[in-house]
């Protein structure tokens, strides 16, 4: 039974490129971790209290998460926190809370959940509305909630006492001028993104933060074929070099259609000179991102 447990569960990680181990621990601080699935990453805090950790990632990863935690310290787990409500992100809570974690989020990732149910979401066990704290001590996690943006409920996660900045999905270091991976941007809320943006840049200045942690990996080109996953964190300054991008192709769709140009044809005429240089541009891929804005301009959402 314990071997056939074994091989049920998948030896490596979703694909990362070559040269980029599949499953990595990091320590960024004393006491501050990260844990890296294939392209995802989380955080955990150690404290002499217990861990507080975030995104579980998916129930495979899960297994793997806790035994990096526990190759680190043998305090347990007791807060869970969700940084939003998206599978991907969120899936395999129920290997944490089985060993007694409590799981925080924003309320609205309650919501979510229960309009799209997947059998490996667990719900939260805690919500706030605009802003919490999970602590441990002297360490663990701010909680911030400036609205939709990536998803309806994602917040951003300030790592105390380090004033380190999480920004999942949002924000992807080294820096923020770049395309998203999906250039359909699922559940990517246009009418409140800058302005989102606009309020973590305002707390990045309020709190003096200087480095963001990436949720993603970023492979590095090395040469031959081969990629490095470092670096995991950059400086904050992305967030305000992602509002910008938002801000100018957003401003350039606008510019297209308010002279009456319908949306599927903006994306032929918007141009595109602005952002060649943004990280991962593919022409293809940008004319998708173009129609999605144009649909939002059309229609509100």
Known sequence: GMLLAVLTVPAVAQFVPPGIEPVETEQLADALHTFRWGAYRSVFIVTEEGVIATDPISPEAAIRYREAIAAVTDQPVRYLVYSHSHWDHVSGGLLFKDVGATIVAQRRCVDNMAESPNPDVIAPDVTFDQQTDVMLGERGISLYYFGPSHDTCL?????????MLVAVDLV?????????????????????AVEYLEQVEALVASEGIETLIGSHLVPVPLGKGRFGGKPSTGPATAVTERREFWQQLMSAVKAEMDKGTVSFMVSGRVDLSPFQDARNYNKKDMKLLINRIAAYYSIGR
């Not at 270091?173 to 559940?187: E, F, K, L, R």
């Open 155 to 163: 917040a951003m996660m300030v790592l105390r006492p380090w004033n």
């Open 172 to 192: 992807t270091p080294p820096s923020g001028w770049y395309m998203p991976w999906d250039p359909q941007v699922a559940d990517f809320h246009f009418y409140n």
